[in-house]
């Protein structure tokens, strides 16, 4: 079992920057596949990017491509994502997910954060 606890959310005006962060239980985080989700007023759980294990290797959505960068810290086992030039439009929960493959289908991560607020507001 792992459990995920997100941290690091706030509140920011527009092109300003904050750091989330997830750590993860479990001796596995190395071998675990880490995404994060997000999900706006109204709207349904979107997808963010996601880590693959290993060789870290990352994909973003069009939406926050050159914006967001994620890193991941495997002897902490924790999860970062940095997001910069913040927009009104980032405005949402995040949640940190993780599962055995990274793909952009949120069915496919078993495990997931309690989510964590970002407002972007002027």
């Known amino acids: 079992q792992v459990q995920l606890v997100e941290s690091g959310g706030g509140s920011v005006q527009p092109g300003g920057s904050l750091r989330l962060s997830c750590v993860a239980s479990g001796p596995t985080f190395s071998n675990l596949a880490m995404a994060w989700f997000r999900q706006g007023p109204g709207k349904e759980r979107e997808f963010v990017l996601t880590m693959t294990p290993l060789t870290d290797s990352t994909y973003y959505s069009d939406s926050v491509k050159g914006r967001f960068t994620s890193s991941r810290d495997n002897a902490k086992n924790t999860m970062y994502l940095d997001m910069n030039n913040l927009k009104p439009e980032d405005t949402a929960v995040y949640y940190c997910?993780?599962?055995?493959?990274?793909?952009?289908?949120?069915?496919?991560?078993?495990?997931w954060g309690q989510g964590t607020q970002v407002t972007v507001s002027s």
């Open positions: 997910a993780a599962g055995q493959y990274a793909t952009t289908r949120r069915d496919r991560y078993a495990y």
